[in-house]
């Protein structure tokens, strides 16, 4: 085993409360639109065209209907009514426009999507919203060849189209049963009382309700009659939708039982991390027997420990054995991580109580103290391309955040009936792999890639979300469907948000995209379909069908608890870590999937690849600990938006007499509060890293990247430009090589930047004032290259010239432990 421990870099830092934010040293305007001129671009636009007069005369006629519908229809009288607008605009929609929609139209937005450029509107001012009505109706009855400039209606022209909220815009495909209520946020008085008048209406309905106030947007029923759906649509204006809380199907295939007997010793080490189970249930079978706590969580009135499902037991196994287990046959295995039982579901298709969930992660997190939780568990669905983040997601970023706990989810599988029918029976060019993860323009009757994409709450940014790779971590290559293990699975699911479609009639500017966004953030093998050699290999329950022992299946269901695995293992070795500081070592561990190494990508494209493997497979080798030419450093800092902060790494006397070069490997991981509602702001603070020349602060916080840069290529990690029309990313990494003659050139030192923003266009949130602190996690791992002629004593030299504290006392490797015949 690698004894090279990772260590915390202490190094004195520098700091300024501001940077020069220019990012370009030629002196040259950079290349990005503003969200003002982007409006003034349309607003020149000079002649009014015939066809948007005629779009627009068609909305305007609608939303007369539709409203007119709506009123007729309603059956429950409340003491007020909200209408709901939803309008697509050419442009951001910023807060100078909110102020102009909201003073001249008397317009509140409810939600921002597509980038910001679809709002939903509550009319909060009934006659100033007939101003808006008459301006669209002065557009479309104005004379051919009529400009917009100087008109009173001149905001029309930034308006695509707009239709009224009705009903059916309310209702989405739900069975009977696990209903979920999704509220508009509202300072409307008649959001209460309609509140108070829903749940009267649900109390009537004879069906149980699961609310909790921390959650004041969620409202979870059990039972719902299509009548009751339809009377809650058409009445309650509050209720923004109307979904469901069922699960996915949990897994796309499962087979028999394979093994007769466990046939294994377990080793136990003291002080192990805990993982809370978020499934099924489990059953306490011999191997599991002691690593299960005895406190658990139950929202089923069934009981924990009883799992007919057998998924749930499946999982906490692969969490407690992790990767070793699958690799080799052996009369013992090492344990990984102890579990807490969180029974959210019965039954496969159950529905999640989501308020509960989230009440008894937060308890056990402050009554028990874990940080780590599997959740191997999605709502049904594909997300729409570019679709907003959901609710769901929403409160377990804000969960995360509040709490320091990391949650794994699996990304959610293509299921099995689907794909037979894809590829067995319903054969098309499009059904093909990789083109039946994305095929805009589809030719298949059957098929559209939109069904491949990430199902909720997968989406969720500060916890973490996997894929599968068909691979089963057994010898050879066992794969039915996918053409090979190295390849993430058919079934997996890939990233929604596309930013080569068009928003609203218009493509996304540089400055919308982000290379580093993306879910999954990590894959790992799950196995694959249909044939059974080719499936993982899982402890069973013995309630699930009467057998006992093992069985197999696959799925990402089986690949998220495996880098759960991982992350237990690095809890343990270091108890006191941050959990950002977890995924960002997880990350920085990563080795990416390349198109080169994966034939049936060739003639694909890498955002194609990435989109279903992010940051690629997690590599255990320098998980915990490194080789003698290599180190790793944490560091676990806090700044405030404007700030840039410079943290000193020095370099051994050796490497400046040599040939070699180093390599640093660089992971940026931090949480934040989620922006509620608003797509392009959701995360509002922009935070990057760099390797610097070791200057003075000054130079680096009021020069240009000229004057402080090592070599042009080493850029930041993320841009700020445009920074209100921005998606951040809070995850990060980057490689950067520094050659012998840059060693040399340094003089023995480098210096780590990290710089932050917040936006402006947000919210009045504690988490965004300017005497805010951000705390942020950067691992780096450097390596001496070439690694067949490293001196071997790289770790040892760079302890010895930076100031570094060994990080807890966790080492799994010499404890006490327990063994359990099995």
């Not at 309700?209 to 309650?236: G, H, M």
């Not at 040399?744 to 923003?757: A, D, F």
């Not at 996690?777 to 930076?802: F, G, Q, R, W």
Request: negative net charge; glycine residues 6%.
């Amino acid at each position: 085993m690698k004894k090279n421990r990772h260590v915390l870099l202490l190094n004195p830092k520098s700091d300024k409360p501001k940077f020069n934010r220019q990012r370009n040293v030629s002196g040259k305007k950079p290349d990005v639109v503003s969200v003002d001129d982007d409006e003034q671009t349309v607003l020149q636009s000079k002649v009014i065209k015939e066809t948007r007069k005629d779009r627009l005369r068609l909305n305007n006629a609608e939303l007369y209907r539709n409203r007119k519908i709506r009123n007729e229809n309603r059956t429950i009288k409340l003491p007020q009514n909200i209408d709901l607008i939803k309008i697509h605009f050419f442009c951001n929609f910023n807060s100078d426009l909110k102020k102009k929609f909201f003073g001249l139209y008397g317009l509140s937005p409810v939600e921002y999507s597509d980038f910001n450029k679809t709002v939903l509107f509550e009319v909060s001012d009934q006659n100033l919203f007939k101003r808006y009505v008459e301006h669209v109706q002065a557009v479309v009855e104005s004379e051919e060849g009529t400009t917009y400039e100087g008109k009173p209606y001149n905001l029309i022209a930034l308006v695509l189209k707009f239709k009224f909220v009705g009903a059916r815009r309310r209702m989405f495909p739900t069975e009977e049963e696990g209903i979920l209520l999704t509220l508009i946020s509202s300072a409307n008085v008649a959001y209460k009382s309609q509140k108070e008048s829903l749940f009267a209406f649900l109390e009537q309905s004879e069906t149980k309700v699961f609310y909790n106030d921390e959650y004041p947007d969620l409202i979870e029923v059990d039972k719902l009659s299509s009548n009751q759906k339809k009377t809650i649509a058409e009445n309650f204006d509050i209720v923004r939708a109307i979904t469901s809380a069922r699960t996915i199907k949990i897994r796309p295939g499962t087979y028999g039982t394979v093994r007769r007997e466990y046939g294994f010793n377990v080793v136990i080490p003291d002080g192990l991390t805990t993982v809370g189970v978020i499934d099924t249930g489990l059953t306490i079978i011999d191997p599991l027997k002691d690593l299960v706590e005895k406190f658990s969580y139950d929202h089923t009135s069934t009981a924990p420990f009883w799992d007919e499902e057998g998924h749930g037991t499946a999982i906490a196994g692969l969490i407690v054995f992790g990767d070793d287990f699958h690799k080799e046959v052996k009369a013992s295995y090492v344990a990984k991580a102890r579990i807490a039982v969180i029974k959210a579901i019965h039954n496969s298709t159950d529905p999640i109580n989501i308020p509960n969930l989230l009440s008894d992660i937060r308890d056990a997190r402050n009554k028990y103290g874990i940080k780590l939780f599997n959740m191997s568990l999605n709502i049904p669905g594909a997300k729409n391309y570019n679709a907003n983040f959901s609710q769901f997601a929403y409160e377990l970023d804000k969960l995360s955040y509040e709490e320091d706990v990391l949650i794994f989810l699996s990304v959610g599988n293509v299921q099995e009936d689907y794909l037979s029918d894809m590829i067995l029976v319903d054969r098309h060019p499009d059904h093909e792999y990789p083109i039946f993860f994305y095929k805009p323009e589809k030719e298949s009757p059957y098929h559209d890639c939109r069904n491949t994409n990430i199902s909720e709450p997968s989406e969720s940014l500060n916890n973490v979300s996997i894929g599968a790779l068909a691979g089963n971590l057994e010898d050879g290559d066992n794969t039915d469907i996918t053409p090979n293990d190295l390849s993430p699975a058919y079934y997996s699911r890939k990233f929604h948000l596309d930013f080569s479609r068009s928003v609203n009639s218009t493509l996304l500017k540089k400055n919308n995209k982000n290379k580093f966004i993306n879910k999954p953030d990590m894959v790992f093998e799950g196995g694959d379909l249909f044939d059974e050699q080719a499936g993982m290999e899982i402890l069973k329950s013995p309630l699930a069908d009467g057998k006992k022992y093992y069985g197999r299946t696959c799925g990402t269901s089986l690949a998220t608890p495996l880098v759960t695995s991982y992350a237990a293992e690095i809890l343990h070795s270091y108890p006191s870590l941050r959990t950002q500081t977890v995924k960002a070592i997880l990350i920085n561990s990563s080795k990416a999937l390349r198109r080169a190494d994966l034939p049936e990508f060739k003639t694909s494209n890498d955002a194609l690849l990435k989109s279903l493997s992010g940051f690629g497979r997690p590599q255990k080798d320098d998980l915990l600990a490194t080789d003698n030419n290599c180190i790793t450093f944490v560091i676990e800092q806090e700044i405030k938006n404007g700030q840039i902060i410079g943290i000193p790494i020095h370099l051994p006397e050796y490497l400046q007499t040599g040939d070699n070069k180093l390599r640093f490997d660089i992971t940026l991981c931090y949480s934040f509060m989620p922006v509620k509602d608003n797509h392009l702001n959701y995360l509002p603070i922009h935070i990057s890293v760099n390797i610097l020349k070791n200057v003075d602060m000054e130079t680096i916080s009021e020069k240009t990247q000229k004057d402080y840069g090592i070599k042009p290529s080493f850029t930041w990690s993320e841009d700020h430009f445009g920074l209100e029309n921005c998606l951040f990313s809070n995850a990060q990494s980057i490689s950067r090589n520094l050659q012998a003659a840059d060693i040399v050139n340094e003089n023995g030192s480098v210096i780590l930047g990290v710089r932050c923003l917040v936006k402006k266009e947000i919210p009045d949130l504690d988490a965004y004032t300017q005497e805010a602190s951000h705390p942020f996690s950067v691992v780096i791992k450097i390596t001496e290259l070439p690694e067949s002629k490293a001196n071997n004593k790289l770790y040892d030299e760079m302890i010895a010239c930076n100031e570094i504290e060994v990080i807890g006392e966790g080492d799994a490797e010499g404890m006490g432990v327990i063994i359990i015949e099995g």
